[in-house]
T-cell receptor, first 112, second 111 residues
Framework: DAGVIQSPRHEVTEMGQEVTLRCKPI?????LFWYRQTMMRGLELLIY????????DSGMPEDRFSAKMPNASFSTLKIQPSEPRDSAVYFC??????????FGPGTRLLVL | SQKIEQNSEALNIQEGKTATLTCNYT??????LQWYRQDPGRGPVFLLL?????KEKRKERLKVTFDTTLKQSLFHITASQPADSATYLC??????????FGAGTTVTVRA
């Protein structure tokens, strides 16, 4: 299995631009999670989906962030407009059992 | 709100020794607790899961304990090797599928 796939791996953009991060979960996994990791705040859960339905988005920092999961094999996290404080590593993870989570390699986002 | 604390940000040990990492939490106990390993530039990788009714779990040179009275989990790496150098994260599960992660402890094993 290829594992969780994320793209792009690195993104550098200017403040105010729209950023779209992509994730392909492991085939057969029915739950998907988006996390953000920074030195200051560690690994934070932003939102998670179960069977393509958003279950808990309480971690989404503000309305500039949105996430979708149109089908079982694809999810996006969008930031519009982006700000320098959004700079972080964004991870996608999936699970089949609801226990062990399998993480992707992450997207390193830098907003100038 | 729930608070998760992992001991010292960094732990430096000599090869062959045992590394012991601590994960403390406040308030109510989780249904289960997990430990993940994270290498620089990579995503966390699952290592072990221990449930609230289990005292100890082992996997090769790794051992995890879970004390709901002390609200603490200990993670041991025995006969440590330089390849064990990484950041180790504890993660607590309370409801649904959500995990809450600690800040992590970075372990460096000297040859």
């Amino acid at each position: 299995d290829a594992g969780v796939i994320q793209s792009p791996r690195h993104e550098v953009t200017e403040m105010g631009q729209e950023v779209t991060l992509r994730c392909k979960p492991i085939s057969g996994h029915n739950s998907l999670f988006w996390y953000r990791q920074t030195m200051m705040r560690g690994l934070e859960l932003l939102i998670y989906f179960n069977n393509n339905v958003p279950i808990d988005d309480s971690g989404m920092p503000e309305d500039r962030f949105s996430a979708k999961m149109p089908n079982a094999s694809f999810s996006t996290l969008k930031i519009q407009p982006s700000e320098p404080r959004d700079s972080a590593v964004y991870f996608c993870a999936s699970t089949e059992t609801g226990e062990t989570q399998y993480f992707g390699p992450g997207t390193r986002l830098l907003v100038l | 709100s729930q608070k998760i604390e992992q001991n010292s940000e960094a732990l430096n040990i000599q090869e062959g020794k045992t590394a012991t990492l601590t994960c403390n939490y406040t308030n109510y106990s989780p249904a289960y607790l997990q430990w993940y390993r994270q290498d620089p530039g990579r995503g966390p990788v699952f290592l072990l899961l221990i449930r609230e009714n289990e005292k100890e779990k082992r996997k090769e040179r790794l051992k995890v304990t879970f004390d709901t009275t002390l609200k603490q989990s200990l993670f041991h790496i025995t006969a440590s090797q330089p390849a064990d150098s990484a950041t180790y994260l504890c993660a607590l599960h309370f409801n649904d599928y959500k995990l809450s992660f600690g800040a992590g402890t970075t372990v460096t094993v000297r040859a």
